[in-house]
C-alpha cells in the first residue's frame, strides 16, 4: 500500500486522469509526494535530477480486458518505465543504463502488458527520469498522466499529431502554389520567398510529429538538429519575402541580421550540448527583436505605395509577434510551450498568399488598363504609320519612275552589233546604274555601275554616278581616262561610298573593245559559233575611295559571234539556302541559250535567277549583254 494514498481503481474502458497519488524520490532519500504536470524544478529539484516517480493502481478483475496503457505527454529529456518491477518502456537513455541520450519531444505513450497485470492486487508503476538541463522544466511536467484504454490514450497523439500534419500541408499547399505562380512569373521573387518559408517551417515542424520519430528511426540528436535549424531560418525567409513584396532592397543592416541568424541556424546543425544548444536558441530569440523592427519598417515604409498590401500583411505580423511573445513567455516561465507561434506563422502564410494574390489582381488590373491603353495607341500610331507609308509608297513610285528615265529607253541601232540590257532593283528603286552612248555609226560606248546597298540612298548615289559619266564622256571616250575623272570627281561627293564600275569603248570599224574596270566584276566573252569562252582578267580601285588611283585599259579583238555580258554582283551573289548561283551556273545559263537571241538569254537568266532564289531577289540584278552580228 502506497503511505501516500489509496492505491487508483483503474477503469479499463475509458482512459482516465491520475493527478494524485504519485511520489518521488531521488536516491538516497526518502519518497515524498510531488505533483504531476508540474516541473520538478519548481518542487524544489533544480538539475541535474535522477529519480523515479511511483504510481500505484488496482486492475478490477473482468474476464475481458481491453489493452492498458499510460500517457505521460512529453518527459524531460529521458525516462524508463517499469510495471510491478519489469521494463516495459524507455524513451533516450542515460547513465548507468547506457550513453546519455535525451529526447525531449516524443510524446510518450507506453503499453500495460496484460501478464504483468496484477488483477484486484495492487499494480506499480515506476518511471526514472533523469534531466540535467538548466533550462528545462524537468519530469512529467506537461500534463497529468492518463491511464486506461491503450487505444483511446492513443487518439491523444493522434489529435495532436493530426493538428500539427494539417498545419504543416497547410504550408505545403501553400508551397506549392507558390511553385506555379513562380512558373507562370507571377511575383517570382516574393512567391520564392515565400515558398522557401513554407518548406523552411514543414522542415520546422516535422520533427515534432510521433510518426516522424517513430517510423523514420532518426535519432533524437538528429531531429533536434533539423528542428532547430529551420526554425533559425524560417523568420529571414520571411524577412526576405516582405522586402521582395514591396520592392525593398537589402541594405547592410538586413545583411548583418540575415548573416547573424543563418550563422546561429548553421550552428544548430552541429551536435552540441543541450545548454549550448538552448543558448544559441536565446540568442537567436533575441535577434527576432530587430527581426520584426526591420519587416514592420520595411511595411511601413512601402504603405504609401501600397496601402492595402501593407495593411494585411501588417496585421499578420503583428498576429505573428503577439503569439511568438506569448509563447516565449511561457516556455520561459512554465517550459509548457502551447506553441501559438506556428498558427501566428500559418495566420501570416495566409494573409501572405492573399496580399501575393492582391497584387497580383491589381497588377492584373493595371495591365488591363495598360493593354487597352496600349491598344488605343498602337491602332492610333498604326493608322500614322499607314498614312506615312501610302505617302512614301507614293515618293517611291515616283522615285522609281524618275530613277527609270536616267536608264536608256531604246538600243542604239549599230551596224553589226545588238544589246539587250535588263534592271531588277530588289526594292522600287536601286543602286545599280547603266548607260550607253553612240559615239557615231561605229562606236559605242558602254557603262555599268554597281552602288553598295540599295533603296534610295543607292539611288541617290548612282544618280550622281549618271551625271558624272554624262559629263566626263563630253569630253573623252578612253573608258582608263573616264574612270579617272570619275573617281576625282566623286570622292569629295560620296565621301568614300562603294561604287564599282566598268566601262567599255567597242569600236566596229577597228574591230576592237577597249575596257577598264574599277573593281567590278569582269565580263564574260562567249563565242556561239565557236562555243567558247574567253575570260578578262581587269583589275581597278572601286570609285571615290582614293584620289590617286590610277585604271588602266585593256583590248580585245571583236569577231562574228561574239557576246558580251556585263554584269553586277547581284547576278553571281543570287542566294538559295546559302549558297551562290555563281559563275559557272552564269556560264551554263549563256551556253545552254546559245542558239537563242541575246533577248532570249536574258528572259531564261532572269527565270533561272528567280527560281534559284525562290522568287525573292536579295540584291540588285543588273546585266546587259552586247551581240557582235557581222
Not at 492505491?7 to 497519488?21: A, E, Q, R, S, Y
Request: aromatic letters at 12%; one cysteine or more.
Amino acid at each position: 500500500m502506497s503511505i501516500w494514498a489509496e492505491p487508483h481503481i483503474l477503469d479499463p474502458f475509458h482512459k482516465t486522469k491520475v493527478p494524485n497519488g504519485w511520489t518521488f524520490v531521488v536516491p538516497p532519500g526518502e519518497p515524498k509526494p510531488i505533483e504531476v504536470g508540474k516541473a520538478l524544478n519548481s518542487q524544489g529539484y533544480p538539475p541535474p535530477v535522477m529519480g523515479t516517480y511511483r504510481f500505484e493502481f488496482i486492475v478490477p478483475d473482468y474476464e475481458v480486458l481491453p489493452p492498458q496503457g499510460i500517457y505521460l505527454n512529453r518527459v524531460q529529456e529521458a525516462d524508463k518505465i517499469y510495471l510491478n518491477g519489469h521494463l516495459i518502456g524507455e524513451t533516450g537513455n542515460f547513465e548507468p543504463y547506457g550513453r546519455y541520450n535525451p529526447n525531449w519531444y516524443f510524446k510518450r505513450l507506453y503499453f500495460l502488458p496484460d501478464s504483468l497485470l496484477k488483477r484486484n492486487s495492487t499494480n506499480v508503476i515506476e518511471i526514472k527520469i533523469f534531466y540535467r538541463n538548466q533550462t528545462f522544466p524537468g519530469g512529467i511536467f506537461r500534463t497529468v498522466p492518463e491511464i486506461g484504454h491503450y487505444d483511446l490514450l492513443g487518439t491523444n497523439i493522434l489529435i495532436e499529431d493530426g493538428r500539427d500534419v494539417c498545419i504543416i500541408m497547410l504550408f505545403f499547399g501553400i508551397g506549392l502554389y507558390q511553385i506555379f505562380s513562380i512558373l507562370f512569373r507571377r511575383q517570382r521573387r516574393a512567391n520564392f520567398y515565400l515558398l522557401c518559408s513554407s518548406m523552411v517551417f514543414v522542415m520546422w515542424r516535422l520533427p515534432l510529429i510521433n510518426a516522424t520519430q517513430t517510423y523514420f528511426n532518426l535519432e533524437f540528436n538528429t531531429l533536434i538538429r533539423i528542428f532547430f535549424s529551420f526554425q533559425s531560418l524560417f523568420p529571414i525567409s520571411l524577412m526576405l519575402f516582405s522586402y521582395a513584396l514591396f520592392r525593398d532592397p537589402i541594405r547592410l543592416k538586413e545583411v548583418i541580421v540575415i548573416s547573424i541568424v543563418s550563422i546561429l541556424a548553421f550552428i544548430q546543425l552541429f551536435d552540441i550540448d543541450s545548454n549550448t544548444r538552448i543558448l544559441v536558441l536565446r540568442i537567436w530569440e533575441a535577434c527576432l527583436i530587430p527581426i520584426v523592427f526591420l519587416v514592420l519598417r520595411s511595411v511601413y515604409r512601402s504603405s504609401a505605395e501600397f496601402k492595402k498590401e501593407a495593411m494585411i500583411l501588417g496585421t499578420g505580423f503583428f498576429l505573428l509577434c503577439s503569439a511568438g511573445i506569448i509563447d516565449i513567455a511561457i516556455d520561459i516561465s512554465t517550459g509548457k510551450n502551447i506553441y501559438l507561434t506556428q498558427y501566428g506563422f500559418l495566420i501570416l502564410m495566409v494573409f501572405s498568399a492573399i496580399t501575393i494574390s492582391f497584387r497580383n489582381a491589381k497588377n492584373e488590373k493595371e495591365l488591363s488598363e495598360l493593354t487597352k491603353d496600349l491598344e488605343g495607341r498602337v491602332q492610333k500610331r498604326t493608322k500614322e504609320l499607314n498614312l506615312k507609308n501610302e505617302s512614301l509608297q507614293q515618293n517611291l513610285h515616283v522615285a522609281s519612275q524618275l530613277q527609270g528615265h536616267l536608264l536608256p529607253k531604246e538600243s542604239p541601232s549599230l551596224d553589226g552589233l545588238i544589246l539587250h540590257p535588263t534592271y531588277l532593283p530588289m526594292e522600287q528603286v536601286g543602286g545599280d546604274f547603266y548607260d550607253w552612248i553612240k559615239i557615231n555609226d561605229h562606236k559605242l560606248l558602254l557603262f555599268i555601275a554597281d552602288v553598295a546597298g540599295h533603296g534610295v540612298p543607292a539611288a541617290l548615289v548612282s544618280s550622281m554616278v549618271k551625271v558624272q559619266f554624262r559629263e566626263v564622256a563630253k569630253e573623252t571616250n578612253d573608258p582608263s581616262v573616264i574612270l579617272s575623272r570619275m573617281n576625282q570627281a566623286l570622292i569629295s561627293l560620296v565621301s568614300k561610298y562603294y561604287i564599282t564600275a566598268s566601262c567599255a569603248l567597242f569600236d566596229l570599224e577597228k574591230r576592237n573593245v577597249t575596257l577598264s574596270s574599277a573593281g567590278h566584276p569582269n565580263p564574260l566573252i562567249y563565242n556561239s559559233s565557236l562555243s567558247h569562252f574567253k575570260f578578262l582578267n581587269m583589275r581597278g580601285m572601286i570609285l571615290g575611295w582614293r584620289e590617286e588611283d590610277n585604271y588602266q585599259n585593256i583590248e580585245e579583238p571583236i569577231t562574228f559571234g561574239d557576246r558580251f555580258f556585263f554584269y553586277t554582283d547581284g547576278v553571281t551573289e543570287s542566294r538559295s539556302n546559302g549558297k551562290f548561283f555563281g559563275e559557272a551556273n552564269l556560264m551554263r545559263v549563256i551556253k545552254n541559250n546559245r542558239n537563242k537571241s541575246i533577248q532570249e538569254l536574258s528572259e531564261a537568266l532572269h527565270v533561272e535567277l528567280l527560281e534559284y532564289s525562290d522568287s525573292e531577289i536579295k540584291d540588285d540584278v543588273t546585266y546587259v549583254i552586247i551581240e557582235i552580228t557581222n
